[in-house]
């Protein structure tokens, strides 16, 4: 910064220099008109001593208006810039100047650079301050994200513009095997081995733009098994306001997998129960129609014929509607649509009535049927009707799969702090798989399937109505050629009340 302003000390020399050349112009003068030597000597002394003090004089207000410029200039740089920009500066804080001085301008303009470069280191001082809450903000919102994608129970993978995994969260390494400690080997391709995600992910990337991808992948679990997930792939580094050429820069993926093992089995056994509700109903329908046929075309020419065929078509009709009954009783109860009336009931009372009902089938069969009833009265909480339905099939089941002369043996006790019945019969008997999948809709024992008619609807008819609508338990305890026992778990009335 240049100044420009009058210096004392100019005028100081110039009157030093004018002093000077006066007494020595006079000195001479008077040499010239007067011969005395010794007084020209004296008078030059005089001369010299007179420009000494001149010289003295100036140097010392020199030396003084240095000390107090210095004093003031020192001054100014301790005060803070907002006392600096108050034009009214209390007299204590700044040292005294005298009155006109020519340093005035010089420290007005000082001020001025200071104030300047002030307001600048304050603006900048407030622009760092900012930086730093922007940056301690962001820093708290990317951990926090990390903190999200790592607690996500659903598999989260990234991958860069060179197909390189950028990020996997402990979910992801764990469902897809990955590695993310191995810093050398990052290509998504060798890290991945489900072909179907690694194909989404640098499929998407590559698109211009942004882009996603739905699709659904088999993924093969480190442990052997497999589950299904839908994977969404989206691309990152691009969003819909970037430029063309924005656009056209090289940008990453990343995949959010959700398990849907779940759907896919409740598909399977969707798909499964309609193949086995229509392989069901064709075996009647298909009786029916060829009987009517045979009627039709005339091949029952007698009456004893006719009524043949007759009772073969009413005996798959009744088959058929029994299907439909036990499949709305199935669809009411998993519904909750279904009507239900409990009331109190003795459950010998109602095991005797379905004992009844079922002996005529034991004697065509020449099985011995019996009961084995506690002479305990037992109170249950139930609907007669659906609960006789479920020990009507547990007994009809078991008549079905126990060979001529055997026994089928119907019980109640208590059981524990409920009661309990069972059909025990000495049947087939299952192995310990077809004992896990009885229960099942339309499961049929293959190697039994030649000794009963059925639709493999009754025992999970029995199980829906005594653990869905009864709150008890239904439970089968078998092994093969030793028979089997269907045991229900009801709690007491008493407790339900």
């Not at 003090?53 to 010392?60: D, E, T």
């Not at 093992?261 to 056994?269: G, H, I, N, W």
């Not at 039709?296 to 009413?314: C, H, K, P, S, Y």
């Not at 089941?397 to 126990?402: G, P, R, S, V």
Request: hydrophobic content about 40%.
């Amino acid at each position: 910064m240049n100044f420009s302003f009058k210096s004392s000390n100019a005028y100081s020399l110039i009157a030093v220099v004018l002093t000077t050349g006066l007494t020595v112009a006079w000195v001479a003068d008077l040499g010239v008109h007067s011969g005395s030597w010794p007084l020209r000597i004296g008078l030059l002394g005089v001369a010299i001593a007179l420009a000494a003090i001149a010289v003295g004089s100036l140097a010392w207000r020199t030396s003084r208006s240095e000390r107090s410029v210095q004093r003031y200039i020192r001054r100014i740089c301790e005060l803070d810039p907002h006392q600096l920009a108050n034009n009214d500066v209390r007299p204590e804080l700044l040292p005294s100047l005298r009155r006109n001085c020519s340093w005035d301008d010089v420290f007005n303009r000082l001020r001025d650079h200071l104030l300047s470069h002030g307001d600048r280191l304050m603006e900048a001082e407030n622009a760092r301050t900012a930086a730093e809450v922007r940056a301690r903000r962001l820093a708290t919102e990317q951990q926090q994200m990390n903190e999200i994608l790592t607690g996500l129970a659903d598999p989260v993978v990234a991958i860069d513009q060179f197909d390189e995994l950028t990020f996997a969260n402990p979910s992801a390494c764990e469902v897809l095997g990955l590695d993310t400690a191995n810093t050398e080997q990052r290509a998504i391709k060798k890290l991945l081995q489900c072909e179907t995600l690694v194909g989404m992910l640098t499929e998407t990337r590559r698109r211009k733009g942004p882009a996603q991808r739905v699709s659904e992948a088999k993924v093969d679990l480190p442990s052997g098994d497999s589950c299904w997930y839908e994977a969404t792939v989206r691309t990152i580094g691009a969003n819909s306001e970037t430029t063309e050429e924005q656009n056209d820069a090289p940008q990453g993926a990343v995949a959010m997998l959700r398990n849907i093992s779940v759907q896919k089995a409740m598909q399977q056994r969707h798909a499964e129960f309609v193949s086995a509700v229509s392989h069901e109903m064709k075996t009647p329908l298909a009786g029916i129609k060829a009987y009517v046929e045979l009627l039709v075309d005339g091949e029952a020419e007698d009456a004893e014929t006719q009524e043949e065929f007759l009772d073969v078509i009413n005996g798959q009709a009744d088959r058929l509607q029994r299907l439909i009954d036990n499949l709305l009783n199935i669809a009411r109860i998993e519904a909750g649509v279904v009507q239900v009336d409990k009331q109190a009931q003795s459950l010998n009372e109602l095991l005797e009535e379905t004992f009844s009902v079922v002996q005529p089938s034991a004697e065509t069969k020449n099985i011995k049927l019996e009961r084995d009833l506690s002479p305990m009265y037992l109170g249950v909480l139930v609907d007669r009707d659906m609960l006789m339905q479920s020990a009507i099939n547990l007994l009809s089941n078991a008549i079905k799969y126990t060979p001529d002369g055997g026994t089928v043996t119907l019980r109640s006790r208590t059981d524990g702090e409920g009661v309990m019945f069972e059909v025990q019969d000495t049947g087939v008997g299952l192995d310990q798989e077809d004992s896990e999948k009885v229960f099942q809709k339309f499961y049929r024992v293959k190697k039994d399937k030649n000794m009963a008619a059925g639709t493999g609807l009754g025992l999970p008819v029995a199980k829906h109505i005594t653990e869905d609508v009864h709150g008890g338990a239904l439970r089968v305890k078998s092994e093969p050629g030793k028979g089997s026992t269907f045991q229900i778990s009801l709690p007491l009335a008493s407790e339900l009340s």
